[in-house]
């Protein structure tokens, strides 16, 4: 079925709106999931914010192109679609690599500030730790001083009562 000019226009503007906000972008080759499979990937991608958007490699290169990015869709061998993650970068290539193993699509590449990425590099990026887990990680690194400064003072006391206590005894 052949998309009319006002159709493509929607496309291409749809495309444009998800490159501006994106943090990466990541093309996945989705020949062959099943239909269970692709609303399990957009659903989990939607928690993650997170979305899939499946269009025309002519019109996504329109797209990448009117955004000032130099990067041509039309260089992707298979099928693409396209994933665009706005907030945690890992926390989407995390969830395309879990499907990915599981075999339902195959991530291609992808692009994240100004870089073109390979699907090796895509991968690497889900192996990144989340926004939250580096978070938590950092607030345990400023906590760890202040934490082993109170034992310190703690021992100090605990020992003073346990000689009081047998002094007593």
Do not use: Y
């Amino acid at each position: 079925m052949a998309i009319n000019k006002e159709k493509k226009k929607e496309i291409v503007k749809e495309l444009r709106d998800n490159i501006a906000e994106q943090e990466v972008v990541f093309f996945i080759n989705f020949k062959g999931i099943k239909g269970n499979d692709s609303a399990k990937l957009r659903g989990e991608l939607f928690e993650n914010q997170a979305k899939v958007v499946v269009a025309k490699k002519t019109l996504a290169k329109i797209a990448f192109s009117e955004e000032k990015i130099d990067f041509d869709p039309l260089s992707l061998e298979k099928e693409a679609g396209f994933v665009f993650g706005f907030e945690d970068v890992a926390k989407t290539a995390k969830v395309l690599c879990k499907f990915d193993k599981e075999g339902a699509i195959s991530i291609l590449g992808g692009f994240c500030e100004g870089k073109v990425l390979t699907a090796e590099e895509a991968r690497v990026i889900a192996e990144l730790p989340t926004r939250e887990e580096l978070l938590a990680k950092m607030l345990g690194s400023i906590s760890a001083p202040v934490s082993g400064f109170m034992r310190v003072l703690q021992g100090n006391t605990r020992g003073l009562v346990t000689v009081l206590s047998k002094i007593k005894a």
